[in-house]
């Protein structure tokens, strides 16, 4: 069992940056494929960034390539998510997700344990 922790959110101007963190409980997270998704209100869940059990594999949604980076530590039990160059379209709660299988996966359905969500707002 994997019990997951978000923060970092808040509100923002265009153009600026934020770093979110997910605290992740249990011996077993460096084994786990961590993932980013976030969900605007009235739209689906979707895909923002994912990253291998060591760090060596990432993925990112074309919406936020160049801007956003995902990371993790796993002596920490944490994997970041720095968004750069924030765009009012940016504005969603985003939500840390873990598997266990060994690809960075951009499906919401293969994710096994999920965070509550913080809230990420881009004012234009």
């Known amino acids: 069992q994997v019990q997951l922790v978000e923060s970092g959110g808040g509100l923002v101007q265009a153009g600026g940056s934020l770093r979110l963190s997910c605290a992740a409980s249990?011996?077993?997270?460096?084994?786990?494929?961590m993932g980013w998704f976030r969900q605007a209100p009235g739209k689906e869940r979707e895909f923002v960034a994912a990253i291998s059990w060591s760090g060596g594999r990432t993925r990112y949604a074309d919406s936020v390539k160049g801007r956003f980076t995902i990371s993790r530590d796993n002596a920490k039990n944490t994997v970041y998510l720095q968004m750069n160059s924030l765009k009012p379209e940016d504005t969603a709660a985003y939500y840390c997700a873990a598997r266990s299988g060994l690809s960075p996966s951009n499906t919401p359905f293969t994710y096994d344990y999920w965070g509550q969500g913080t809230q990420v707002t881009v004012s234009s």
């Open positions: 249990g011996r077993t997270f460096s084994s786990y494929t």
